[in-house]
C-alpha cells in the first residue's frame, strides 16, 4: 500500500513527527486515502491553490504533509497538517503524496501546541518582522494559504508582501530590520522605484520624517514614473530631487497633504544640493 523511507530530520523534525534517533519517517499514502481532520477543513484561495497546483506539477510534493490514521477500522489516514498539498494532489490525479504519520495522541497535542505557538508569536512580532518571515516560508516552498494561516493574515496579504520584497536589496532588508525604515514607506518606495534606483530612494526617504500618505503623494506629483525614464545618467539629479522633496515636505507643519504639495510646488528650486554637490534639475 505503501513505501517508507527515512529522512534526514531538518524542516521535517521541526513538524513533530521525529524518531527516537532524531530521524523522520516519511510515508508515500494514498492521496485517496486521506480525509481531513476534524477542525482542519478550511476553504482555499483559489488563486493560491493555482499556484501550488502548478508548482506540484513541476516540482511534485517537495514538503510531506502529515497525518496519523483514522483509528476506524479502516485503512484511512485523518489529514493533520498540508490540506492544500493533498488537494492539490487529488485534483491533478496524484495517486500517492509523502507524508508524515504520527500516532494519535500527536493529532490532538500538536493541535494544541501550534494554536499557542502561532498566537503568542503573533502577538510579540513586528509587521517587518512578519513580512520578512512570510517571504522566507515561500522561498521554502511553503503554501501561500498555509503561511496566511499561521500568520493570522490574508492570502491576499501574503501575496502583497511577497510582491513587495520581491526584489529588496540587502540594504533595504537592512533598513526595515533596523527600524530606519517602516514597511508602509518600504511598500511605496517599491511601488514607484526601479529596483536600480531603490538603494538610495531608500536612504533618502530614511534620513527623513515622512509618512506613506506624504511620500506617495511626492512620487505622484513630481511625476517619478517619467523621471525613471530619463536612465542612469539623470540618477544623481532624480536623487537630489527626491532628498529636497522628502525634507522640504517634512518641514512643513499643518495643512492636509494636497496643500502641503502645492506648497512644495510653489518653493520648487532649480538646483539641488546632494552629496555634496550642487546638481541642476536636468544637465545641460
Not at 509523502?98 to 500527536?106: L, T
Amino acid at each position: 500500500m505503501a513505501s517508507s523511507e527515512t529522512v534526514d530530520t531538518g524542516d521535517v523534525a521541526a513538524d513533530g513527527a521525529s524518531t527516537p534517533d532524531g530521524a523522520a519517517t516519511v510515508t508515500h499514502v494514498r492521496v485517496d486515502r486521506i480525509r481531513p481532520e476534524d477542525g482542519l477543513g478550511r476553504k482555499r484561495d483559489r488563486e493560491g491553490h493555482l499556484e501550488l497546483q502548478r508548482s506540484i506539477r513541476q516540482f511534485g510534493v517537495l514538503t510531506p504533509i502529515t497525518v496519523r490514521p483514522a483509528g476506524d477500522g479502516t485503512d484511512d489516514y485523518l489529514l493533520i497538517k498540508g490540506q492544500g498539498r493533498a488537494l492539490a494532489c487529488r485534483a491533478l490525479g496524484v495517486d500517492t503524496i509523502p507524508a508524515i504519520v504520527v500516532d494519535e495522541s500527536y493529532g490532538h497535542d500538536e493541535k494544541v501546541r501550534q494554536f499557542l505557538v502561532e498566537n503568542v508569536a503573533r502577538l510579540r512580532m513586528r509587521p517587518v518582522d512578519r513580512a520578512l518571515l512570510i517571504r522566507r516560508a515561500r522561498e521554502d516552498g511553503e503554501e501561500t494559504t498555509d503561511i496566511a494561516r499561521r500568520f493570522g493574515v490574508t492570502a491576499t496579504t501574503v501575496r502583497r508582501l511577497l510582491a513587495q520584497l520581491e526584489d529588496a536589496s540587502t540594504a533595504e532588508v537592512a533598513a526595515l530590520r533596523s527600524g530606519e525604515l517602516s514597511l508602509a514607506l518600504h511598500a511605496v518606495i517599491a511601488r514607484h522605484v526601479n529596483p536600480g534606483d531603490r538603494d538610495d530612494a531608500v536612504a533618502v526617504v530614511s534620513s527623513a520624517h515622512l509618512g506613506a500618505r506624504d511620500l506617495e503623494a511626492i512620487f505622484v506629483g513630481l511625476g517619478w514614473n517619467g523621471l525613471s525614464g530619463l536612465g542612469l545618467t539623470q540618477r544623481a539629479q532624480r536623487m537630489a530631487l527626491l532628498s529636497w522633496a522628502c525634507h522640504s515636505m517634512s518641514s512643513l507643519s499643518g495643512g492636509s497633504v494636497r496643500e502641503r504639495i502645492r506648497q512644495l510646488a510653489m518653493r520648487f528650486p532649480t538646483e539641488f544640493e546632494y552629496d555634496g554637490a550642487t546638481l541642476a534639475l536636468v544637465s545641460q
